[in-house]
């Protein structure tokens, strides 16, 4: 492996309420909200983008709306519907759903274990060694469940009483 302190020119700079321009862009007929960065080779035609919004290098938006802490990775076009913008739209639909729901079982564990911890419950509490399942609900919603945890196989036990609770998935 070798090790790299620095390479390339520095891409950071200082962002504010006005959108961040790296040259050459191309705007017409779009609105930039505040704390934005446009890289460069962008491109953008009746177009809004959010606050907290980043467009990476080579994007391009005609007639597109990319919402408030939204980010569009380089090389992607976004425009009316097409097919592209049509499976970008669908891949973020399933995401925020998966995020609602890693979400929501995050806030019904109440404890503190292995990679989840929790400020307000910093303890394991060995009464709270479930499972926690999300169900689809009616449209759009969702119900959760908790359920009791297998006894560990003999490999698995055996690492937890030797305190690798975070690596024993390698020997199942």
Not at 5 to 25: A, F, K, M
Not at 156 to 171: F, K, M, N, P, R
Request: aromatic letters at 6%; proline letters at 5%.
């Amino acid at each position: 492996m070798v090790y790299v302190e620095s390479h390339g020119p520095d891409r950071t700079r200082e962002l504010g309420r006005e959108p961040t321009l790296h040259e050459p862009v191309s705007i017409s007929e779009s609105e930039l909200g505040a704390w934005t960065e446009v890289r460069q080779h962008a491109r953008l035609n009746e177009s809004a983008i959010g606050d907290y919004t980043y467009l990476m290098e080579r994007v391009q938006l005609d007639y597109a709306t990319v919402g408030k802490f939204g980010n569009v990775a380089a090389d992607v076009r976004v425009g009316p519907v097409t097919s592209e913008s049509f499976e970008l739209a669908v891949d973020v639909g399933f995401t925020l759903v998966a995020a609602e729901a890693v979400l929501r079982g995050a806030l019904e564990r109440e404890e503190s274990r292995g990679a989840h911890y929790r400020t307000d419950r910093p303890d394991v509490d060995p009464e709270w060694r479930r499972n926690v399942y999300v169900d689809a609900a009616d449209v759009g919603g969702m119900t959760l469940r908790t359920e009791p945890v297998d006894e560990p196989s003999q490999a698995v036990q055996a690492a937890l009483d030797e305190g690798h609770e975070l690596d024993y998935h390698q020997l199942e």
